[in-house]
T-cell receptor, first 114, second 115 residues
């Protein structure tokens, strides 16, 4: 079964610091990759997604992610975080064969301090 | 508002009881997914329905069941509740079968507390 690993459980950064959250998946076939964000008390929202093409994907709110197939990774980055980025971030993977549910990592809690 | 509606938002019930969680998908979406979110397990996929039929099953306990009705809303039934069932239950929906892997839209969740 495929699995998703998010290396950091909790990350604390100061405002304007750069962010990189790690995500690795175990499935060897073609995959679709996602990052979701969950702000406190809210539902999960899609940040960005990768299906094919350019491995560097740009999402909302200045986030981007890079798919490195050889490393089975899809790390999330942001050059300069803001206090409003405080949230839980989830990486998710689905097999690119249609009708397969998203498998989520356990999430990384990001706390941005002023 | 994501377009996916879940009710109730909060539910407190006693052990051994049975509850029903409801989800209305985004307009036009045929697939509904149920996930359980707990602190130690993260987001666990429970079950998926597509246009009224069960399509995939994940880590769903036998005490739990779900269905999707002709109007596409879905219900998740949890019975013989245990303390460990306390969690946030999310519903998500997505479009037609060929686009299901293109990301889901999540509802705000139902927080279940079993006491």
């Amino acid at each position: 079964a495929q699995s998703v690993s998010q290396h950091n459980h909790h990350v604390i950064l100061s405002e304007a610091a750069s962010l990189e959250l790690g995500c690795n998946y175990s499935y060897g076939g073609t995959v679709n990759l996602f990052w979701y964000v969950q702000y406190p008390g809210q539902h999960l929202q899609l940040l960005l997604k990768y299906f094919s093409g350019d491995p560097l994907v740009k999402g909302i709110k200045g986030f981007e992610a890079e798919f490195i197939k050889s490393k089975f990774s899809f790390n999330l980055r942001k050059p300069s975080v803001q206090w409003s980025d405080t949230a839980e971030y989830f990486c998710a993977v689905s097999r690119n064969s249609g009708n397969t549910p998203l498998v989520f990592g356990k999430g990384t809690r990001l706390s941005v301090i002023a | 508002d994501s377009g996916v509606t879940q009710t109730p938002k909060h539910l407190i019930t006693a052990t051994g009881q049975r509850v029903t969680l409801r989800c209305s998908p985004r307009s036009g979406d045929l697939s509904v997914y149920w996930y359980q979110q707990s602190l130690d397990q993260g987001l666990q996929f429970l079950i998926q329905y597509y246009n009224g039929e069960e399509r995939a099953k994940g880590n769903i306990l036998e005490r739990f069941s779900a269905q999707q009705f002709p109007d596409l809303h879905s219900e998740l039934n949890l019975s013989s509740l245990e303390l460990g069932d306390s969690a946030l239950y999310f519903c998500a929906s997505s479009g037609t079968l060929g686009r299901e892997t293109y990301g889901y839209t999540f509802g705000s969740g139902t927080r279940l507390t079993v006491v």
